[in-house]
T-cell receptor, first 109, second 116 residues
């Protein structure tokens, strides 16, 4: 079945350091979305990537979709304490979204 | 943005009883809703796709007789955990999308079920 793997599982950084999480799918994806879930909260949509090789930026966040549309990454530059949470990628396949295992980011002030 | 409401937020029940969780799209019509299960510190596992006016489609390994899904209207889907057991204790979360198949998912607040 559909599998979306994500690494690392956890990341602890000092405030100001960069952070990257990687997402890999066993199958080619129609598109990929990224979500952030704060502790105790529900996932909140961040962005969607559709095109092969696509790169999108949101302030300090940079999202990439691989050429083969099987992998993606989220990079945060100069992390802040407000970036704390778990970041999930979600791949669309057969009209359903399958979530990656998530990367929990902790930022020390 | 679009709002999805889920109720109850948490529920404690005795083993053997059934529990119903509601998921409502408050300001848009959702022909498709998704039910996920999330274990502590883990990802969201897709359980089933709820289709308005038709039967839900379940993911492999999810018992359809155990987790009954009804999508009677364009704004309401319900998940009933039947004859609940302690291993059913989990965080259940619904999501809905408005518009296109590739549109973003709007999540409910989630329901934490504890079965004693």
């Amino acid at each position: 079945g559909q599998q979306v793997m994500q690494i690392p599982q956890y990341q602890h950084v000092q405030e100001g350091e960069d952070f990257t999480t990687y997402c890999n799918s066993s199958t080619t994806l129609s598109n990929i979305q990224w979500y952030k879930q704060r502790p105790g909260g529900h996932p909140v949509f961040l962005i969607q990537l559709v095109k092969s090789g696509e790169v999108k930026k949101q302030k300090r966040l940079t999202f990439q979709f691989g050429e083969a549309k099987k992998n993606s990454s989220l990079h945060i530059t100069a992390t802040q304490t407000t970036d704390v949470g778990t970041y999930f990628c979600a791949g669309l396949n057969f009209n359903k979204f399958y979530f990656g295992s998530g990367t929990k980011l902790n930022v020390k002030p | 943005g679009a709002v999805v409401s889920q109720h109850p937020s948490w529920v404690i029940c005795k083993s053997g009883t059934s529990v119903k969780i509601e998921c409502r799209s408050l300001d848009f019509q959702a022909t498709t809703m998704f039910w996920y299960r999330q274990f502590p510190k883990q990802s969201l596992m897709l359980m089933a796709t709820s289709n308005e006016g038709s039967k839900a489609t379940y993911e492999q390994g999810v018992e359809k007789d155990k987790f009954l899904i009804n999508h009677a209207s364009l704004t309401l889907s319900t998940l009933t955990v039947t004859s609940a057991h302690p291993e059913d204790s989990s965080f259940y979360i619904c999501s809905a999308r408005s518009g296109t198949v590739t549109g973003e998912l709007f999540f409910g607040e989630g329901s934490r079920l504890t079965v004693l």
